[in-house]
C-alpha cells in the first residue's frame, strides 16, 4: 500500500503521474490493487510503451503522460543536434499518437505541444516542461469543477453507478466521473456502485481502490448485474467518463458504457458523461467515426483455447460509442450540456 494512503484526503488523492528531474514517474495500474509500484520513464519510447502496455490509462491521464513525453523527447533531440530537434521530434510525436488511437486527449495534448514547439527559440525543455505541467495543472482544476457541478446534478439522488475508472488514477488528479461521485459522497449520495469493467477489471481492481483510499464506501457489481441493479431501484444514476466526444455529443467510452446507456434508458435511470473539454473532438462530426482500439485476445480467451489448433478466436474492442439522445447530460468544466446534440454542444465551444 501507499505509504502515504492513510493521510489521503479528499483535497489529496492518489496521483499516477508525477514529473521529476530523471522523468516520468508512472504508477503502474497493470499492478493494482495488489502492489503500488512506482516506475521512472526517461525517454520518449519508454513512455509511449507505458501508454500502450496500459501502465498509464484514462484519457486525461493518456495526454498528460504524452505531453511530458513530448519534453524527454526534446531533451534528447536538442541534445543530439540544436539545429535539426524540431524536425527530427516529429518521428517521437508520431511514436506518441500511435500508441492508442480512441482517446482523443493524447492527440489534443500533442498538438498543444506542437505548437508550443513552433515557438520555441533554444534549449525547448524549461518551455516544454511548463506547457506539460500547465496542462497537468488544469486537467485537475478541471476535475475539480466537474466534480462540483456534476455533484449538483446529482442532488436528490441516493444510488449512483459508475464505470470503468475515470478517478485519480485515470486524470491528473480527483478524476472526472469519480470525481463527480467524490462529491456527491459528500453531499448525501451515500449508494455508490462500481462495475467490474471486464476485461481489464479498471472498476475491480482500480475504482473501488481508489474509493476505499479515501475511506467511501461502494460496492462492486459484475457488467452483467447493471440491469437488474437499475430494476431494483437502487441507482437513480450512472456517471461515466469519456475517452472521445463527437461534435454532436456522440461519446466514445468503456466497451459496456453503450449498454449500461440503453438499460438506464429503458429504467428511467439518468445517464451523465463527464469529462474536460479536451475530451471533445470538434473535429469528428459524429460516433460513427472514432476509431475503436481493439486489444488482444488473449485479454479475453482463457488460455486453453490459445492454442494454435483452437478454433476458437476473441473479438475485444475496449471501447463502444453511446448515441448522444442516450445521455441526459455532459458535464465539463465550462458547464452543463443537457440533451446532447450538435447544437447544444456548440455552446461549450462558444464559451471558450
Ligand atoms: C477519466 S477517464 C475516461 C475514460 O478514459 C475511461 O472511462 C476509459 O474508458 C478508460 O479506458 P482505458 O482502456 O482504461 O484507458
Known amino acids: 500500500m501507499l505509504s502515504s494512503s492513510s493521510s489521503m484526503s479528499f483535497q489529496d488523492t492518489v496521483r499516477a503521474l508525477e514529473w521529476c528531474e530523471q522523468g516520468l514517474r508512472v504508477l503502474d495500474q497493470r499492478r493494482l490493487p495488489s502492489a503500488v509500484e512506482y516506475q521512472t520513464f526517461g525517454s520518449v519510447r519508454g513512455v509511449a510503451e507505458a501508454i500502450s502496455s496500459m501502465r498509464v490509462r484514462g484519457a486525461p491521464a493518456i495526454g498528460i503522460a504524452a505531453a511530458y513525453g513530448v519534453v524527454l523527447a526534446a531533451r534528447q533531440r536538442y541534445r543530439e543536434n540544436p539545429d535539426t530537434w524540431k524536425e527530427t521530434i516529429e518521428a517521437d510525436l508520431a511514436e506518441l499518437a500511435g500508441s492508442r488511437p480512441t482517446a482523443v486527449n493524447l492527440f489534443w495534448a500533442l498538438d498543444r505541444m506542437r505548437s508550443e514547439i513552433r515557438a520555441i527559440d533554444g534549449n525547448p525543455e524549461p518551455r516544454l516542461l511548463q506547457t506539460a505541467r500547465i496542462i497537468h495543472d488544469e486537467d485537475i482544476a478541471a476535475n475539480r469543477k466537474m466534480g462540483e457541478l456534476g455533484a449538483s446534478v446529482l442532488v436528490g439522488a441516493n444510488g449512483v453507478l459508475t464505470h470503468c475508472n475515470t478517478g485519480s488514477l485515470a486524470t491528473g488528479g480527483y478524476g472526472t466521473a469519480l470525481g463527480v461521485v467524490r462529491s456527491a459522497y459528500r453531499q448525501g449520495v451515500t449508494r455508490i456502485f462500481a462495475t ?3 476485461p481489464w477489471l479498471q472498476g475491480a481492481r482500480l475504482t473501488v481502490w481508489e474509493l476505499e483510499q479515501d475511506g467511501i464506501p461502494a460496492t462492486l457489481v459484475a457488467d452483467s448485474a447493471a440491469a437488474y441493479l437499475m430494476k431494483t431501484g437502487a ?64 485479454e479475453l480467451l482463457n488460455d486453453y483455447f490459445l492454442r494454435p489448433d483452437s478454433v476458437i478466436t476473441a473479438w475485444n474492442p ?15 468544466e465550462r458547464g452543463v450540456v443537457w440533451n446532447p446534440d450538435r447544437q447544444a454542444m456548440m455552446a461549450l465551444a462558444d464559451a471558450r
Open 235 to 298: 441507482i437513480q444514476w450512472i456517471a461515466v467518463g469519456a475517452d472521445r466526444i463527437a461534435a454532436n455529443g456522440d461519446t466514445a467510452n468503456k466497451i459496456g458504457t453503450y449498454a449500461l446507456a440503453v438499460a438506464a434508458r429503458h429504467h428511467g435511470v439518468k445517464f451523465m458523461v463527464v469529462a474536460p473539454t479536451s475530451t471533445i473532438d470538434w473535429r469528428t462530426e459524429t460516433g460513427a467515426s472514432i476509431k475503436i482500439e481493439e486489444r488482444e485476445q488473449r
Open 318 to 332: 475496449v471501447f463502444d460509442v453511446t448515441p448522444a439522445e442516450l445521455i441526459d447530460c455532459i458535464v465539463t
Open 196 to 198: 467490474e469493467t471486464r
